[in-house]
Each structure stands twice: as C-alpha cells, then as structure tokens.
C-alpha cells in the first residue's frame, strides 16, 4: 500500500480520443506535497505518513503546530492528511512528491467533501416520486408521505429517509481512471466526477478494488531538489563564464585597436626604407 497525495479540483472539461468521441474529466493539480511525519510500528503502532500542502502564514497558526512543522524542517502547511502504508513504502520526512506517482490508465480513489445544498425534500434528497398529482391531493405532491408507526413503537425509526441536510459529506467514488497527466503544469485528468466545489482539496489514493499497474513508481514518485540544484548551479556557471568570455573577447578588442595604430607605423616606416633602398639601387646603376 502505497501513500497517496492532496490534489486541488481545478475545475471540469472534455477530452478526445482518438476516433473522435468526448468524455468529460476533471483536472487536479498537484501543490507542494510534503511529508511532514514519518509513523512507525514501535512508537505509533502502524506505519503511516502524514502529507501536508497548501501555504498558510506563521501567524495564522499556534505554536504547538508552529513547533510540530518545526521539527521536521518543513514549512508550515495548510492541510495535512494521514495515509496508511507498508513498511517498504516509507518515505523519508521532507521529501516532496511528484505528479509521476501516478501512470495512465491507473485506478484510483477520490476522497471530499460533497457540495452543500442545505434543507432539501425527499423528492431531491433520496430521489421519491412523490404523491399524485391528482385525486385528491392537496398542496402536498413532493412531500414523502407519513414516516412513523402505530402504538408501537410509537415513533420514527433513526435513519429513516425523511428531508434534511443534503450533502456536505465525506464522499469517495472508487476506481476512477486517469486519462492524462502534465507534467510541466503538474495536472492529472481524471474521468468522470468527483466530490467537491472548485478550489477544494481532495484525498487522492490507489484503488483499493483495482491492481496497480507494472510500472509504478515504488515507494512513490518523488521529485529530485538535488539534480534541479546541480541544474540550476550549472546553469550559472555557464552564465558566468559566458561572461568572462565576453569579457575577455572585449579586453582582446581593446588591445588590437590600442595595438593598430603602431602597426600602421611600422607598417609604413617599412615601405618607406623600401622605396629609399630601390631609389638608391637606381642610382648606382646610373653611375
């Protein structure tokens, strides 16, 4: 069992296949993932991570929580989530995920809180037909009929499907495919619906009915800091000795401009001792 990551619902589209059929996917997007606690079999009793995102100002947050990023070396994250894995499936503290932990064609379960829609009736909330719209029926056509019992026991069962809050619930729709994945933007294409308004995070993880497939990356997929480091520090140094180059190629410039004119004298007084030497030969032969 592997870890899973925080995803952001960026919104809704469609995507083509290849003989022109559409169907709708929604797109996540992959924010700094990082593993903020490792847990362990001896002092917690099971395995786990804890993954944070999201950016929050130290003030916003207590010390206790302050302390507790702290000291794992992490900056402070606006949500964290807790996921169950294997003991060959830890990941050190600190390590940021990459978009690569999942492949295409992977299933996978989605975790969130549903839309809130408030009061709602029985007609909406558990799908009734409602009363007829006719034969006597008076002013009462989407309401759910009665609910309770006789003298015994007297009153309405827990759990009965009556109106009340609709959504505003932790849902988590199963085997869901993923279609595509970014990753410059860091985006993953994942089809059909799934829990949750716009901008919300969302509980990504390997399905639990489904196998996963022969290439995954295993204990997860992980961006390397040091490689865009040594990158971005070569990067650098080519810019520096670009400009040492340039520098250079300058200082050589200035030295043959300070350097012609002399040359152009010598150049001259050369073909001036020549033309003396051939007027002087002449001379000779004359006399």
């Known amino acids: 069992m592997r870890s899973g990551l925080i995803l952001k619902k960026i919104g809704m589209t469609r995507i083509?296949?290849?003989t022109g059929n559409a169907f709708p996917v929604t797109v996540l997007k992959l924010e700094e993932n990082q593993v903020v606690k490792v847990l362990n079999q001896e002092r917690n009793g099971y395995f786990a991570l804890q993954v944070g995102t999201g950016k929050v100002k130290t003030k916003n947050i207590s010390k206790a929580i302050r302390g507790h990023f702290a000291k794992s070396n992490v900056e402070p994250k606006r949500i964290l989530r807790e996921f169950r894995v294997d003991e060959e499936m830890l990941v050190e503290e600190g390590k940021t995920f990459s978009i690569n932990h999942f492949n295409v064609g992977q299933k996978i379960d989605v975790s969130g809180v549903s839309h809130g829609k408030g009061f709602s009736g029985g007609m909406k909330r558990?799908?009734?037909?409602?009363?007829?719209?006719?034969?006597g029926v008076s002013i009462s056509h989407r309401s759910h009929g009665s609910t309770g019992n006789s003298q015994d026991p007297g009153r309405v069962w827990k759990g009965k499907k009556m109106a009340g809050q609709y959504g505003n619930v932790n849902k988590t729709v199963q085997n869901l495919t993923i279609v595509g994945?970014?990753?410059?933007?860091?985006?993953?294409?994942?089809k059909g619906s799934v829990p949750g308004p716009k901008n919300s995070y969302l509980t990504v993880k390997d399905a639990v009915k489904s196998l996963l497939p022969a290439?995954?990356?295993?204990?997860?997929?992980?961006?390397?800091k040091n490689k865009l480091d040594n990158d971005q520090s070569d990067k650098k140094i080519t810019t520096?000795?670009?400009?040492?180059?340039?520098e250079t190629e300058?200082?050589?410039?200035?030295?043959?401009?300070?350097?012609s004119p002399k040359e152009?004298?010598?150049?001259?007084?050369?073909s001036s001792n020549s033309d003396?030497?051939?007027?002087d030969e002449i001379t000779q032969k004359e006399v």
């Open 16 to 18: 083509f296949d290849d």
């Open 126 to 135: 558990h799908n009734f037909a409602g009363l007829e719209a006719t034969h």
């Open 181 to 190: 994945i970014n990753d410059v933007d860091e985006l993953l294409y994942v």
């Open 215 to 224: 290439n995954t990356l295993k204990p997860a997929g992980l961006k390397d």
């Open 240 to 246: 520096q000795n670009n400009q040492i180059k340039t």
């Open 250 to 259: 300058i200082l050589k410039t200035d030295d043959n401009n300070s350097k």
């Open 264 to 270: 152009n004298i010598a150049s001259v007084d050369e």
């Open 276 to 279: 003396t030497k051939d007027k």
